[in-house]
């Protein structure tokens, strides 16, 4: 029989930015232990509102599919003493089934006889099973933070005030979370602060719609804001745009949302538009308007909890508190600009950049010494660089940073332009903190680049030399990862060819060119950059093998493995690998089997056969093209160069007999192989492919 359940879990304020996870995880545990169930169901749906997550299975198959459990204990011979007393190897069987001897029968075939167990499983209620799947499904939802809200130890991101659990018509009796079901739902706090009582699961969520001025399907709710948003600014000449991460965190902080026009001062549209957008959109939840120019106009959207017979005071209201906070910026921005910019940095001094680490000052200094070598590569001027390094932290000195702390950088850029700095220094201390996540822009001028790589070798180098390098799942206390692929991403997508490792010791040398575990620090900083090369080639969908036999050369220049990573990428799938595949295996086979050192150079007057003559020739002629390609970085070029080799190899193989009696005609022909595997490893180690 096919019915209907639904469970709501009522709640107080749920986090905004946490809402949508929390219920779809909730769903997803649900499906994940229907499916364990063998419960079937035609459809599954998820709701969430800022006091609610809901769930509702239409068509649950309510009968309960009876399956049988087998499972085959020790031989007969081996599962009983000579007494008839149960062996250890049993007893311990029995225990892991949790079931005593008696149980148990016996299964046999020609051969042999065993103890044998079966059981039936699913052989409780569908509303049994059903209260076990949503008290597991909640409490093992995706919550940022667990809270107590009573004497019980129940958890959860915030105290539960009701749970409704309804099959059909008929209350599912139970105790979630501490709480009993019942078939009571509650309307909007402000507007329908009602109860009511929901006769049957399909009635939700239009009942909530209708006697509770709710909309629960968060979907739709965040569509009617989208959609009404885009109307009210298009009505006047104006467009939005939305972040979706803004649209989801309105979308989960109202019930039933009310889109209101307003006006802000236009005075306040002299102030930096990152200033503006960030109050509106990060602090005041509001959706910003702009012109058809692109231009931030003193329009702004409020998404109201609450639909009002006077929607002007909410208005008003709205207005007076983001002028507030526009004066407040105002004034900082305005005071902090009284002392020249430049003059901000002998403070750096006061401020500490991490205890064992000293002051920003210190740090600004470290910076300036590495960027005087990051230049060599990255082509940019030296003066503006320095320029730049000495002004990238000033702003953080500042009031309106201190008040906005999610400034820094854009602050430092109008500053330093409003103070005559040349533009491209200006927008280098703005983006010398990019990549700020995974996704994020890269830094576009080669003054920013520099700077955004000398900031980050400084604070990743600093923290290693510290200790400070401990990184396990979730937890990245001090963003290493974020820092490293930031490192990755400047170097690879500018294509600077530096060597990373030599920066690492030019920068743990600042400070103390004496330390007793350099080489362990380096060591682990080379180590900690491969991994995360690793994870971001295997994110790109890149062949592990690959990746791994590129990777296990250590080359200190990132361009030159993504280079050789995507060479052999290219032919992976071709008989132009798989040949080279297969001579490298079938020369490291041999060159295992040796004992010989093979650090001398071919003797050519030991030369006794036309292959050997043929393949020594051809090995010269390939090793000063290979060179060549490999000064160029033309890996397509090596492989193609390694693959010419593999009939003359292949001759060699069939006509010549490396283990010669004559030793020393043995170890040339030795050499002779070791040379041509040598070549392999200027792309990678070809041993990973077998």
Known sequence: MNKTFLIEIGTEELPQKSLQNIAKSFRNNVILLLTKNHIQYKKILWFATPRRIAIKIEELNTNI?????????????????????????????????????????????????????????????IEEKLIEISIFSIKNSSVPNFMKWNISNIQFSRPIRNVVMLLDNKIIKAE?????????????????????????????PE???????????????????????????????????????????????????????????KKFLDLPNEILIHIMENQQKYFTIYDHNNKLTNNFIIISNVE??????????????????????EFFFKKDQKIPFKKYQPLLKNVIFQHSLGSLYDKTNR????????????????????????????????DIVFEFPKMQGIIGMYYALNNGIHKDIAIAIQEHYLPKFSQDIIPSHPISYSLALADKIDTLVGLFFIGKNS?????????????????????????????????????????DNNIQNKNAI???????????????????????????????????????????????????????LKSLILIHKRISNILKLSSEALHEEINKKLIKKLEEKIIISLLEHTQKKIQLFHEN?????????????????????????????????KTNRLIILKKIQNLFFIIADFSYFY
């Open 308 to 329: 009002s017979k006077y929607p002007k005071n909410i208005i008003l209201g709205n207005i007076k508190v983001l002028n507030s906070r526009f004066s407040d910026a």
């Open 367 to 398: 910076i300036k010494y590495l960027i005087s070598w990051i230049t060599k590569f990255t082509k940019a001027n030296l003066k503006d660089c320095i320029q730049a390094a000495n002004l990238c932290k000033c702003d953080l000195i500042t």
């Open 633 to 665: 970085k033309d890996y397509p070029s090596i492989l193609l160069e390694l693959y010419n080799l593999y009939q003359p190899v292949c001759n060699f193989f069939e006509n010549v007999k490396i283990q010669d009696i004559n030793t020393s005609i």
């Open 522 to 576: 380096l060591e682990n900083l080379k180590k900690f950059v491969l991994e995360k090369m690793y994870f971001i080639y295997i994110k790109q969908k890149y062949v592990p093998i690959i990746i791994k036999s590129v990777l296990i050369c250590e080359v200190p220049y990132l361009i030159d493995l993504d280079l050789r990573i995507k060479a052999i990428s290219k032919i992976y799938n071709s008989n132009t």
């Open 471 to 511: 990184t396990s799942g979730d937890k990245d206390p001090f963003s290493l990862r974020r820092l490293v692929i930031g490192i990755i991403r400047i170097i690879l997508t500018k294509k600077i060819s530096i060597n990373l490792f030599k920066l690492f010791k030019k920068s743990l040398n600042i400070y």
């Open 65 to 125: 599919i009876t399956l049988k459990k087998k499972y085959k204990g020790p031989s007969i011979s081996n599962a009983f003493d000579t007494l008839g007393n149960p062996t250890p190897s049993t007893q311990h069987w029995i225990k892991k089934l949790g079931i005593t001897i008696d149980k148990t029968s016996r299964i046999k075939n020609k051969k042999k006889e065993w103890l044998y167990y079966e059981h039936y499983t699913n052989n409780r209620t």
């Open 207 to 265: 009942i909530l719609l209708k006697f509770g001025k709710i909309i629960a399907d968060y979907n739709i709710r965040k569509n009617k804001i989208k959609i009404e948003s885009k109307k009210i600014a298009n009505s006047f000449g104006g467009h939005l745009k939305i972040r979706d991460q803004l649209l989801d965190e309105i979308t989960s902080l109202v019930e039933w949302p009310i889109v209101l026009l307003a006006k802000f001062n």
């Open 176 to 204: 979630i979370l501490g709480i009993q079901t019942n078939r009571l739902l509650y309307g909007h706090r402000f507007m329908k602060n009602n109860v009511i009582n929901i006769s049957h699961a399909n009635e939700y």
